[in-house]
């Protein structure tokens, strides 16, 4: 009996599939190697601030650095990884289809992806870009260095992640099993079909102003150019009307896998699954109306910086309820310690900690303070890594048997998380001391007053990067060698697990109809409802 | 070529727009062309814009319905196309909140300029003396602008000033005033901040409410010592002289930033002899002058007074400048000044100002 | 005789096939809007700041010649819903006649966008750095030239693009591939090109129009 993985073999029947299971695991492959690659960045980083002064790099290889840490993990990492990766993989199967609604432009995606990064790559062996992922201009007009390429990377990216959202969307629109309502749609698809909708909504104008940007490189057309006329906080404008909403595209399926693994191991119906389906598309709103709040000291008006800051007061409220709905499904569940809900767990320290930072900063007064210090990048370290990484390790290891067919060893996997949690916790939380306290951000050097918490941020990063090693260590070991693992090992109620771990070619041997919701564990010792169709 | 009827029963939307309906829209478009081609030539004020934006938005509806077959279509995907220029109104207006509302840069067009109305006349005539409105006005704007740093009581005890060295200053206390203690010098302090420290400076303020400011936080102490006339003078106010408040705009005319923003920052000159102060031109430059020209007028000083970024700024070479050639520009830029940038002396009479020059241009000869 | 066509296997029937693919153009063309609409906001702020400028530049653009290319646009959008029905009711041969058509008419813009573009820079009426017309002496002039490439530049690429797609559908029209039972890339394609008219709908009075 074949699966997907032995349906066809050679490494042509990979490149050309349109089965989104591999197109998901490529992606998947591609990521993980971008955040190996960036990961490396952030060692130089915290290397060079060891200590105060030159450590291992001048001033100016620094920008650079942190210019390639930032790009690589915001737009070759976190933007696709849960979408393009688990997404592609489990969104069809969810829905209990075949595919998503356009396997061609699935692969295409997956293509102009390789291509973007490939351009913006390319910078690296050349005179690099020192402007920050930002790009702000003035600078990222003059800089001699070959920004252009970088951002003409981005520019391509940019619409394999449109691609995605929009081939997302029509799917769920059109592919749902007969019975599956939008009632009874798992919240990870809920997630995604939110994100999708930002990443239709937003990407292209992020395409719009890297496009302007080049041409200003090019063509000096001034329009953010104080010299010869134009506004450069414009610039900023639309650079965070799309790179706002863009972090609501790495966090919200993030919040998706969190609200499926949650109720699967507390054996507990999701609380407040309403609630949660609705906060969604509260955030995926509210992402576009406060970007300003990345601007408070640009120069920008008194008025925008009012507006800016109390509509981003909003945002705080959808995802307080994700919050409590979560803790609120815990309560009284039978609660089992697998690395899926360690990560879980993981995620609601990290991410409540790095959301209620980012309240503080969404307070005006209190930004102009801590603005472009370490506070910024210890809060958003926290929604990012603490918040999507964690999530994306969630999903990974709950989703590892149907991938695979294969079992993760359950005692490698608890030793990572501590890893990764106290790794993170020390490397991220001295930096909102050191934020208060004045360091600046992006900075080659620091006052010796600074040296004791950056030491401590630079220890903890070694944690980090020995969890991660250590992970992929035993997961490429389980997925080759692991114990095989059964159909539906946690016992979850999704399409997904209603068929064989690894699922075949086709997904389903008999198309699933659906006649309940996916959170039904009344009685937590039977485990998946009767009336799914099995194969 | 037979015509073959279309078969519909599981076909749901295919609608097929009869050839009548697609003439009739493009002669329609057509003629809507023309209407907007011609009233462009008619002046209607600002309605023009609104016209043109109307009749584009008929041409564009007619296309969508008709040609797109939104009209006959699924009602979602016109909901779906709809949404996208919502999106795209909400980034146009609050991108206008900023670029529109700018009212502190001197940036013109029919919509800045009801916000620059807020930078107006000074209200008050003689604001260097305190009085009971000026008393409240800087409460009001300390509690607006200060309160972070300085504490609600003025004891250098606000939520910001934990991590500050040197730490605010106490109001309460009269010791330590790096400036002094007078209303013009606290003055001065709020126009030009305080470097090496974390007091900004405060230039962007109307000169009004800088007064009120010195006022207020001077009332939060023991009564200070009144200014002299000398002491308003290095102000730039001539109470001899009418009184009347050196109109020094809150702000710097936009182009003039950009070009000096974008200038590579000047170099001080270098000196060769060194030129005494004897003379009359000589003890006026030396008062007036070399605390931002340097006292060999090198330059390069990262203390400008005026209301700009002391750090950004620096004065240029005194030799740097045409200023010296022409006894008229010379008179002039030192009475008047340069706004924004350099406050002028026009308490000055012809006999210092032709003195002042002779000493200025000892100087210039003296730099390389 | 149409050749048949088969759906997709992750389809239930060609009808949701068919449902499935518009409703993604739909989708395509919010991120048009959204792309296009990012230099509409460029020039409403921009215009907003510099009336008067706005008002003087224009004067340096050929009217006659936008609105030349407005009506051929117009004229190319019929022709395409023609084709479009035309496919619908089975005609290849007037389908055909209409393709090419549209083809043309795409390629008469092209053209008079040339002469257009050719006139500015002889002028010296360049972009932003490069602008070195004598005339117009408004020191944000520049800015109004640097919009006006920009947004008629990429809506060229977005005709450029159009015509390939068409000159595809001609080909694929002649070899009898779409027919009543199937038109969707027509019917898409069409949807396309009319987005590209609405865009020039905005582009021509808010830049050559500026009252």
Redesign the interface.
Known sequence: MHDYLTHTRGLRSWLTTLDHKRIGLMYLFTVLAFFLLGGVFALLIRLELFGPGRTIMDAATYNKIFTYHGAIMVFMVIIPAIPAAIGNFIL?MMLG???????R?NLASYYIFIAGALVASSALFLRGADTGWTFYTPYSIRTNTTATLVLAGAFIMGFSS?LTG??F??SI???RAPGLSWSRLPLFLWALYATSIIQ??????L???L??LV??RL?????F???????P??FQ??FW?YSHPAVYIMILPAMGVISEVIPVFSRKPIFGYKAIAYSSFGIALVA??V??HH?FVS??????NF??SLLTMFVAVPTGVKVFSWVATMYRGRIRFNAPMLYAFGFLQLFTIGGLTGVFLATL?INV?VTDTYFVVAHFHYVMVGGAIMALMAGLHYWFPKFWGRMYPEGPARVSFALLLAGFNLTFFPQFILG???MPRRYWDYLPEYTMLNRVSTAGSWFLAAGFVYAAVYLWRAMRAGEPAPANPWEANTLEWQTASPPPH?NFATAPVVTDWPYEYRDPLVPASASRSLP | METQKPAQESHGHHHILSTEVALGVGFALLLLTGLTVWIAGVDLGRLNFLVALLVASVKAALVALFFMNLLYDRRENGVIFGTSFLFLAIFLVLTATDLFFRGDVAVKGPLTAFAQSKTAQPKVARPWVATPLLLSQGKMLYSQQCVACHGPEGKGDGPAAGSLTPAPRDFTRAGGWKNGRKPSQVFKTLVEGIPGSAMAPYGTLPAEDRWALAHFVLSLGEAPEADTDEDLLKVGIDVKGGGQVVQEAPSIPLEVAMRRLTRPEPRAAKVGAKIEAESAGGRLYLARCASCHGEAGEGAIARVSGTLDAVRLRTAPLSASQAVGSPAIFESIVSNGLPGLMPGLASLNGTQLSELREHVRKLVAAQQ | MTTTHHHAHHFASANDEFEAAKQGMWVFLVTEVLMFGGLFVAYGIFRGLYPDMFHEAHKFLAVNMGATNTLVLILSSITMVLAVTATQRGRRDRAVLFLVLTFLLAGCFLVVKYFEYAHKFHEGLLPGGYFVNQELKDPKAPLFFSLYFVMTGLHMVHVLVGMGLIAWLFRRTARGEFGPQYYTPVELVGFYWHFVDLVWIYLFPLLYLVG
């Open positions: 069809p289809a075949k595919d998503v609604a356009f396997p432009l449109i929009l081939n969307i029509i629109h059109k592919l239709v909504l937003a990407t292209p104008v395409a719009i102003t496009l302007l041409f200003e063509f000096r057309i001034g329009i150019d104080p010299a010869i006329g134009g506004d906080v414009l404008h639309f009307f576009f109306i970007w300003g601007m120069g920008q008006s008194e008025l925008a507006v800016f007064a303070h208060s306290q004045g086709d």
